[in-house]
Structure formats: structure tokens, C-alpha cells
């Protein structure tokens, strides 16, 4: 999967305007290039169409659900509009989002700061949140697509490391050793399930 992501990350680069599916689909294949193996089509186009039949973590859709009694959400995704709308129409059902933004609508990748540009935009003509008060709080897994660009944007954020503070366990989300001193999320949480649950222990917590 390691090698697989670096694949994609180069054509992101290259050709920033592709779809995420056909990225996929093309990466696929160098990959198995690489190993001395042919895919056909038939097997490389649908291993990128597939995405939108992923399933969430079992405490995504709960965590969401939480959320969105407090805080507007929005998503930035370097997925395709195929793929995006199949997971928030499925798999994140019924959770509530009030924006989706992604890479083939602002023709780039993240990390590239257009499509924080984008985010910012549209964050506040779209839902009135201006990032400058400090409305906007980037939520995100992947250490390099998203936190790096963050702490260099000077958005506030929070990690959701799924065991990525472990060796073993950095895969696709990068290496937090490695991006030492490029890195500025204020808080860590294991799950966004963990998370919402704090959120609402601290909004509790003002009532009481």
C-alpha cells in the first residue's frame, strides 16, 4: 500500500487534473509493472471506481452524527465526484454534511494549498465560516496531505491518528517521525468517534 500511495502521490503531482479513479486505475497497473505483472482493464478500472464502496470505520458515521449537532461539516477530498458522492450517499449515511469539496471540481491534490484556497473560499460563501476568525478546524488522518499543508496554511487542526503514532501502523497516513517539525495539530485522537465524544463531554461541561 506504501508504494501504491507513493505512485499516486507522483501523478498527482504530474497531472494534477486527472480523476482520482482513473489515478488509481493507472497506478494499479505501474505498480504491478514494477512486480513483472500485467492488469488488464478489466481489473484496474474497477479497482478504482471501488472507492465509493469502502466502508467507513465502524465509528465514523456516529462520531459525524455527533458533530453535526455543533459544528457544520465539510468535506475535502482528493477523490473523485463518482467515488465521494457513492461514500456520502452510502457508506456515510445518514450523517449529515453540509459541503463536499474535491480535487476534480478544483482541478489539484492536496497538499497543494489551492485546494485549501478552495476550502477557504468557498468555506465562507458557501456557509459563512471565515478560517481567518478562526471558524475552521481541519479534521484528517493523512499526516502529509493534509497536517503539512495545514501548519504551513496556519489552519488549526486535529489528527486522527488510527494507530499511525505506531511504526506499524503509518501506512498510507505518513510518518510522524519523519515529518518532525512540519507538523502542528493541536490535539490527537485515536478515532473521530473519540473525538466527537469529547466534543460533546466539553459542550456538556459549558452547561453544567
Known sequence: MRRLDEI???HQAR?????????????LSDLAHEAGISVPDSVSEPFGNAVGTWAAFPDTVAGLQ?????YKLIILSNVDNAN???TVEKQ??????????TAQDIGNYKPSHANFGYLFKHA???LGIDWTHGDL???ARSLPVDHVPAKELGLRSVWISRGGEKKE????????????GKLGFEWRFDTIGDFADEVERQFAAKKS
Request: charged share 25%; proline share 6%; glycine share 8%.
Open 8 to 10: 499516486v502521490s507522483a
Open 15 to 27: 497531472t494534477p487534473t486527472l480523476p482520482y479513479n482513473e489515478m488509481l486505475a493507472m497506478s
Open 66 to 70: 455527533k458533530l453535526a449537532k455543533h
Open 84 to 86: 465521494v458522492k457513492a
Open 92 to 101: 456515510l449515511a445518514p450523517a449529515k454534511l453540509d459541503a463536499v469539496y
Open 124 to 126: 465562507k460563501e458557501d
Open 137 to 139: 478546524l481541519h479534521v
Open 169 to 180: 501502523s503509518e501506512g498510507v497516513g505518513g510518518s510522524l517521525e519523519g515529518l518532525k
